[in-house]
């Protein structure tokens, strides 16, 4: 199958090609860099040979769609985006600009092309709001109603999906992501707390917690993300799935769960709570379950322990499972 990776050379859009690329598909990346990194892309430029083709290409440019137009993928998986919720506040044109227009680019190449299908990355953290306590996990029938200009683009973007699926037959499946966290996850990035506290534990230094640390979140590992976004390449058609553990993770019982598989005691630090941000979240994952066959498999440490373990070896240059240099 020919596929197209939108924010390919991303945290999660590279671990996604690597899964493609090793189903045998060929991979066509778009990815302007901004976040994104072509050493995320290592492994998949050493395997994938002819099969994998990168286009350092701005979604927002019009170029975009007549790349789409000439490669004509069967499946696009749509994960470009601008992603960090500040900067939509700070910035809300801007944030509109890469989500909804650049989006806009995307449909508009896939419906020219004849593409079976786009399967987009959507925000389950921002989709609906914040939610009563007493309805959490959260279920995608509860209203979508976000709070930020990130979360509204991502809402449109659904909508769109809706009318272009009615309007022109291109069918699509909108992946409501928790918390993602995963090796390559960039530690600067306003999502990556695991990779921002993996990052201090590695190198001894204080961690910042924000507020009381009670606030919760859907932690849910990168691989297991990428094993929903395969099988909605052929499921679940027209729907808006979650993809999260439905278990709420408090940032203190995350940050105590990787101190344990570091083996170290960190010194805490609190700061002010962010304003906005939410102060409970998890994810219903049913439908998935039943329209994808799709579950978490992946716990809270072994993830951790993943996520640790590279953050060291990228700390000390040593391979920490062995006790060696990394290039030995």
């Keep these: 199958m020919r596929t197209m990776v939108t924010g390919g050379a991303g945290f999660i859009g ?31 430029r050493a395997a994938g040979g002819r099969a994998l083709t990168i286009h350092h290409l701005d979604v927002r440019l019009p170029e975009t769609t007549d790349l789409i ?25 801007f944030d509109a ?34 939610p009563d306590a007493s309805e959490l ?9 976000p709070l930020s200009p990130y979360g509204v683009a991502k809402k449109a973007v ?25 090796p390559r996850q960039d530690p600067h990035g306003e999502a990556g707390v695991v990779a921002i506290f993996a990052q201090a534990l590695a190198t001894d230094r204080p961690v910042t917690i924000f507020g009381d640390g009670e606030q919760t979140r859907d932690y849910v590992y990168v691989d297991d993300v990428v094993d929903a976004f395969a099988r909605a390449s052929t499921k679940g058609g027209g729907l808006v799935c979650n993809i999260g553990t439905g278990t709420e993770t408090s940032v203190n019982e995350l940050l105590r769960t990787m101190a344990g598989v570091a083996g170290v005691e960190p010194e805490v630090r609190h700061a002010p709570s962010r304003p906005g941000e939410l102060l409970r979240s998890a ?10 066959g799709w579950r978490p498999w992946t716990t809270l440490e072994e993830g951790c ?24």
């Design 14 to 44: 590279s671990t996604l090609v690597d899964r493609l690329l090793a189903e045998g598909h060929d991979v066509d990346v778009v990815d302007d860099l901004s976040t994104g990194s072509l050493a995320n892309l290592a492994e998949a």
């Design 97 to 130: 600009d890469v989500n909804v227009l650049g989006s806009l680019r995307v449909l508009e190449g896939a419906r020219a092309a004849g593409a079976d299908r786009v399967v987009f990355a959507a925000s389950g953290g921002t989709l609906y709001g914040e």
């Design 305 to 328: 322990a993943k996520v640790v373990d590279e953050a060291s070896r990228r700390a000390h240059g040593t391979d920490v499972s062995k006790g060696r240099p990394a290039d030995a």
């Design 283 to 292: 994810l219903d994952p049913t439908r998935a379950a039943i329209h994808l």
């Design 69 to 93: 137009v000439r490669r004509r993928p069967e499946v696009i998986f749509h994960l470009a985006a601008q992603i960090d919720v500040r900067v939509s506040v700070a910035e809300p044109v």
């Design 158 to 182: 659904i909508d769109y999906l809706v009318a272009y699926r009615e309007l022109y037959a291109l069918e699509f499946a909108a992946l409501a992501l928790g918390n993602v966290f995963g």
């Design 137 to 145: 996990p959260v279920r995608e029938s509860h209203p979508h109603r």
